[in-house]
């Protein structure tokens, strides 16, 4: 059935490529021009500077300085400091890449690396600001109101996973041997710079498939303005953002779905991370099951602020 299934979907969309030629052809540019003026620039640096840092070392001697204060306020190994840090500092979806290097540097476990994923997956204040909030032309939220409501549902919810696996999490995997120190300046920064840029066009292809797979969505005669701006914000949030900034609904009801579709990172964002973790038993169902708890907390926690500020 299910085989069926992606069949029959896979059918229809290469029938509306056929169909709508012109159609998909803006979708794709609209796609790549997002992938090329948002995500390249933003991302490619910090994911080329993360793969060299992790395979040279720096990264170890870093996060061991700052373990002993930085295990007070979460329960984590010392190799999974700079992932949880980065995914939420630089955005989606770097908190998995980095754990993907960290894994097949021997530095950390199969689960270590889905767990911290799951946390550490989360789009950037800057994304948030810059694209979000302005496409709403601003907001009730001050700056730190909104980061809490984004980004403490998956730290709680972390919490709670790390200590529900913990009797997982103390494998230790054996270290791979580093490479000798006449190699590391050249090898490794090649090796960062071919996966930097190898992470971003498999973003730019995810990117443009979803791209034309919200704008067929579009095409159903979806009359509800609220169901059509979450079911293209569940396939790509992008989307989702612009057709709600423009959509006919209340300013705070735009506002929840703008936080839900962010929070739970789209189905398109699904593919991303498990492309990501591809070399790992990684389970797509446990980590969709997370952000999605994730969107209702910060959903429920927005719906909250709404009712205190008679909103």
């Not at 800057?126 to 998956?154: D, E, R, T």
């Not at 790509?236 to 936080?259: C, M, Q, R, W």
């Not at 591809?278 to 389970?283: A, D, G, M, W």
Request: charged content about 15%; overall charge positive; glycine content about 8%.
């Amino acid at each position: 059935m299910k085989k069926i299934f992606s069949i029959l979907i896979f059918t229809l969309c290469l029938l509306y490529c056929i169909v709508r030629p012109r159609q998909i052809a803006l979708a794709t540019a609209g796609g790549l021009a997002l992938w090329y003026h948002s995500v390249l620039p933003t991302l490619l640096p910090f994911s080329i500077l993360s793969g060299i840092m992790v395979r040279s070392g720096i990264y170890d001697s870093l996060s061991e300085r700052i373990y002993p204060l930085f295990s007070k306020i979460y329960p984590v190994r010392a190799p999974l400091i700079y992932p949880l840090i980065a995914g939420f500092l630089f955005g989606f979806p770097l908190g998995s890449k980095i754990c993907a290097d960290l894994y097949d540097t021997g530095k950390i476990t199969a689960k270590e690396a889905e767990v911290i994923s799951c946390i550490s997956n989360n789009f950037g204040p800057a994304f948030l600001y810059n694209y979000m909030v302005l496409s709403l032309n601003g907001g009730f939220l001050s700056g730190w109101m909104l980061l809490l409501i984004c980004y403490l549902p998956p730290l709680l919810l972390g919490r709670f996973v790390l200590f529900s696996v913990q009797h997982q999490l103390s494998e230790k995997r054996p270290q791979k041997m580093p490479a000798s120190r006449s190699a590391i300046s050249l090898k490794i920064i090649d090796d960062g710079i071919m996966n930097g840029f190898s992470t971003m066009i498999k973003l730019a292809g995810y990117i443009m498939l979803f791209a034309i797979a919200a704008d067929f969505l579009k095409q159903f005669p979806i009359k509800n303005d609220l169901i059509l701006c979450l079911c293209t914000g569940l396939l790509e949030i992008t989307n989702g953002i612009h057709l709600t900034s423009g959509a006919a609904l209340p300013f705070h009801v735009k506002y929840l779905i703008d936080i839900f579709i962010v929070s739970f990172g789209g189905i398109s964002g699904l593919f991303q991370t498990a492309s990501m973790l591809r070399q790992l038993s990684f389970s797509l169902r446990h980590y969709a099951c997370f952000k999605l708890a994730c969107a209702i907390l910060a959903t429920g926690f927005l719906e909250l602020v709404c009712r205190l500020y008679a909103i």
